[in-house]
């Protein structure tokens, strides 16, 4: 099935219909700003009313910073699936990196969706596909991944492997429209484009930290004067969660058991600690 034509939108068609973005966390209230910064509606569900909270107040709070000349949008918590996806054109699940937790949710939102709704999944390390059990068209369906907005707006693009050309073609032309900037994988990669080079580099610096060889501190302290980065790997990592790292790892070693455990290892100390990073008030580094 290719939606003929149903699956086809263009900035104006959309400009007055919400975004549905499903989880408040880290992520997902940074996906809520960019959709809500050039106007229109974004709905947020979390099965957390304080996350949902918290990412609307964000939204509201960082929006100025953001916003587009045609003026700012508005962030709503939404109390369900289907109220958050009432004449949405677009859905974004960014749930935790857990197919029992994604899986059931997109039958929800199937059921839900009007039926020209764009499905996009925020998964960092599971292709889309692996998550559609209960999509009844997987053409409607693919992952679109953030990194960091509204710092580090680039966007990877995947297929499910049945992704219909104007679901992409859609996203292609249209997320640029909220300062989103969308890159095609052109064919399935576990990491996608950027993730992948970005997972290498992470892992090593995980690697000499729990080695002993460097502090987290020392390998920032070299990306910030050799790249001019403003922060480095540690500081990143505790920005996007331990939790989320750590689970984002496991991924990739399920994928490759031939990827050294030290890494993990060191994560693992952590996060058994609580100590998740800045959301938490002490990761790497205390906040």
């Not at 999944?121 to 409607?140: F, G, I, K, L, W």
């Not at 490759?256 to 002490?282: Q, S, W």
Request: glycine share 10%.
């Amino acid at each position: 099935m290719d939606g003929d034509g149903m699956y086809a939108h263009t900035f104006e068609g959309i400009r007055d219909r919400p975004v549905a973005v499903f989880g408040a966390g880290t992520l997902g209230r940074r996906i809520a700003l960019m959709f809500a910064s050039r106007g229109g509606t974004v709905r947020i569900y979390d099965p957390s009313a304080e996350q949902v909270a918290a990412a609307t107040e964000y939204v509201t709070r960082t929006l100025p910073e953001v916003a587009g000349e045609g003026g700012a949008g508005n962030a709503v918590g939404a109390e369900s699936v289907a109220e958050a996806l009432e004449s949405a054109w677009l859905a974004v699940e960014a749930v935790p990196e857990r197919l029992d937790i994604k899986i059931p949710l997109w039958g929800e939102i199937d059921r839900a969706a009007p039926a020209d709704t764009l499905f996009t999944t925020n998964s960092s390390s599971y292709p889309s596909r692996v998550m559609a059990e209960h999509v009844r068209d997987p053409a409607r369906l693919c992952n679109m991944h953030f990194y960091m907005p509204p710092g580090s707006n680039a966007v990877d693009l995947m297929s499910d492997g049945a992704t219909s050309r104007e679901v992409l073609d859609t996203l292609l032309a249209v997320l640029p429209e909220f300062d989103v900037h969308p890159f095609e994988a052109r064919k399935e990669s576990v990491g996608f484009i950027f993730n992948r080079v970005w997972a290498a580099i992470k892992r090593e610096s995980l690697a000499v930290v729990a080695e002993g060889v460097a502090r987290p501190e020392d390998v920032d302290g070299m990306f910030k004067i050799n790249w001019k980065m403003p922060v480095g790997p540690f500081r990143m990592m505790d920005q996007v969660g331990l939790d989320v790292v750590l689970d984002i790892e496991n991924h990739y070693a399920e994928e490759n058991p031939a990827l050294p455990a030290g890494p993990r290892e060191l994560l693992h100390e952590y996060v058994d600690a609580g100590k998740l990073g800045v959301k938490t008030g002490e990761g790497f580094y205390r906040y």
